[in-house]
């Protein structure tokens, strides 16, 4: 997996220290001013018009690539983000940190929601809405020659997966922020809109990481795998990534809460006792670690401790808040701006290729959805709610797309349309949950269960503007 976004260029050194001089530090922190601003003020205004906030922060990115400020004044563009000296590796490395964060900050609300549920209901929108579009899509590929969508580093398997997640995913995030604002976040839809995602993400994370640990060069890899002599792309190296990846998924959930408990408690933990917020990304950058050590994608690391620590008791709520308050006001925006800042609208992107691919995966998403939320004996209209906010791919569609570019899974080109995507689809289920709930409609199951309880449920509030915590 690639290191980053941005080409790695060494900073200057002086000996066996690195150097930064005056004119190095002005670089980066024009670099990170802009960044900033960009993201937050246009995520302050998508929220404004009750839009995803994260997407605002793409489309400010956006801004300042490419396709808006370097086809504009490439000059300005050159100065503000130079292709050599550090700016380029710093950016990168606060780029993978915000990745790590946000993978963390995603994996401790998961646990949360993973209480709320409707069990018929979840368990056949999850099921049909993950099987049938992997299925889709491997139709459409075998239909329609990926060659000009695959990177450099492709496998078929690596490329498949990819593929197919793209077209399989729902973005907790968005979906669940979405609905915070709309006020309906403690309805029996959301409870179960939100339960099917932690099922359907936590499936799809996993093949993610199976996929890029495939397209590790076994060679002149690092870690287990090497030390075991497992040739890259054989039979034996997929098998490896897909038992390693459960194991390890397995075991974390399994014995990660004890062992973060009884480290919690521990009376001689010096870094807990001395700072509870270190504590905690001690423990996420170790799991990390591991994965890289095993073959696994440090992504998925990152986002089993936040189940873990999510899972913890409320001593440590206070300590994962300011984790998240400080990810969501630097690190996660600027990684969301530095997505849109990669996006090439004008060179790399397909308008013909979006509007099929996009028509493609919203039905092949929205109808398997539809699909079994019928079978749960949902209504047809609550059955169209679902199928609408499922169909939101949001941050984890734009993790997707990151990582596997960074991978050489995909191309510019692949990747253009899968943010387009998330941005499209994303926008699309704000817009239509908004409507129903300005118009007065209630976003409930019609279910017999939800019969019963409906008169108790409160009544839909209007939407509120709060900071975000989550994009």
């Known amino acids: 997996m690639a290191a980053g976004p941005f080409s790695v260029i060494p900073p200057r050194c002086v000996g066996d220290t690195v150097s930064f001089t005056d004119a190095d530090t002005a670089h980066l922190l024009h670099a990170l001013v802009l960044l900033l601003t960009a993201a937050h003020g246009c995520g302050y205004l998508f929220a404004h018009f009750h839009q995803p906030r994260v997407i605002g922060e793409i489309v400010g990115g956006l801004l300042l690539g490419p396709t808006v400020l370097g086809a504009l004044w490439p000059h300005f563009e050159a100065i503000v983000f130079p292709a050599g000296g550090p700016t380029s590796p710093v950016l990168g490395a606060v780029y993978q940190l915000g990745l790590l964060l946000l993978m963390f900050c995603s994996g401790a609300e998961i646990r949360a929601s993973l209480q709320r549920k409707e069990s018929k ?17 491997m139709l459409f590929i075998h239909l329609v020659s990926p060659g000009g969508l695959q990177g450099t580093a492709s496998t078929p398997s690596s490329f498949l997966l990819v593929f197919s997640i793209a077209i399989a995913v729902t973005s907790i995030p968005v979906i669940s922020r979405i609905m915070f604002d709309l006020g309906i976040l403690e309805t029996p839809f959301a409870r179960i809109v939100l339960a099917t995602a932690v099922i359907e993400d936590v499936i799809l994370y996993v093949l993610l990481s199976v996929a890029l640990g495939l397209v590790q060069q076994g060679g002149t890899g690092f870690g287990l795998p090497k030390v075991l002599g497992i040739d890259h792309g054989s039979g034996l190296d997929i098998a490896y990534h897909v038992l390693i990846t459960v194991s390890f998924f397995a075991i974390a959930l399994w014995v990660g809460p004890r062992l973060f408990a009884w480290s919690s408690a521990f009376r ?58 400080f990810s969501f006001a630097f690190f996660v925006p600027v990684f969301f701006a530095i997505v849109g800042w990669r996006l090439n609208l004008i060179s790399h992107f397909d308008p013909i290729f979006f509007l099929y691919f996009a028509a493609f995966a919203c039905l092949a998403k929205s109808l398997s959805v539809f699909a079994g939320s019928r079978l749960a004996g949902e ?23 990151s990582v596997a570019l960074d991978a050489r899974i995909i191309n510019e080109k692949f990747y253009a349309s899968l943010v387009m995507l998330a941005i499209v689809t994303s926008m699309l289920a704000g817009s239509w949950l908004g409507r129903i709930v300005r118009r007065g409609g209630a976003l409930r199951p019609l279910t017999t269960n939800a019969r019963a309880t409906l008169s108790k449920e409160p009544e839909v509030r209007q939407p509120v503007e709060e900071d975000a915590t989550a994009s």
Request: proline share 3%; glycine share 10%.
């Open 121 to 137: 209901a979840v368990a056949l929108i999850a099921a049909l809405g993950t099987v049938v579009p992997f299925a889709a899509a």
């Open 268 to 325: 001689y933990n010096l870094l807990k006792r001395g700072n509870s917020i270190a504590f905690q990304l001690v423990f996420m950058l170790v799991l990390s670690g591991i994965c890289v050590f095993v073959g696994v994608v440090p992504l998925f690391g990152a986002f089993v401790a936040g189940i873990v620590v999510g899972s913890s008791d409320e001593q440590n709520s206070e300590s994962r808040a300011d984790i998240q308050r």
């Open 379 to 401: 209504s047809r209209k609550a059955s169209r709610n679902f199928a609408v906010a499922m169909n939101a791919r949001g941050g984890p569609a734009i993790v997707l797309a």
